[in-house]
Nanobody
Framework: QVQLVESGGGLVQAGASLRLSCAVS????????LGWFRRAPGKEREFVAA????????NYAASVRGRFTISRDNAKNTLFLQMNSLKPEDTAVYYC???????????WGHGTQVTVSS
């Protein structure tokens, strides 16, 4: 059974950096589509960044492109999200997600809170 555990969230000031981690246990990590999503208070969940299934390409939301970097360590079955130049509008619960057989994400972590103060 595949399990996802996020960590690395916190409270920071605008302009600061944070690195989120997602430890994935079970399954064939190197083939999975892996992504980050977020849900801000009162808003729908939105896409942040992802590796497509088979690690064919990387996609970013326009709102984070150039500030956030997604990476993965296949040896440690861990997904990362480096977030630089954080803005108050980045405040959200960040979720790690996995697509085990396609680019449709079918497994989700419980989330980690990121709060950016102005």
């Amino acid at each position: 059974q595949v399990q996802l555990v996020e960590s690395g969230g916190g409270l920071v000031q605008a302009g600061a950096s944070l690195r989120l981690s997602c430890a994935v246990s079970g399954g064939t990590f190197s083939n999975y589509a892996l992504g980050w999503f977020r849900r801000a208070p009162g808003k729908e969940r939105e896409f942040v960044a992802a590796f497509t299934w088979g690690t064919v390409s990387i996609n970013y939301a326009a709102s984070v492109r150039g500030r956030f970097t997604i990476s993965r360590d296949n040896a440690k079955n861990t997904l990362f999200l480096q977030m630089n130049s954080l803005k108050p509008e980045d405040t959200a619960v960040y979720y790690c997600a996995v697509g085990t057989s396609s680019n449709s994400f079918n497994l989700w972590g419980h989330g980690t809170q990121v709060t950016v103060s102005s």
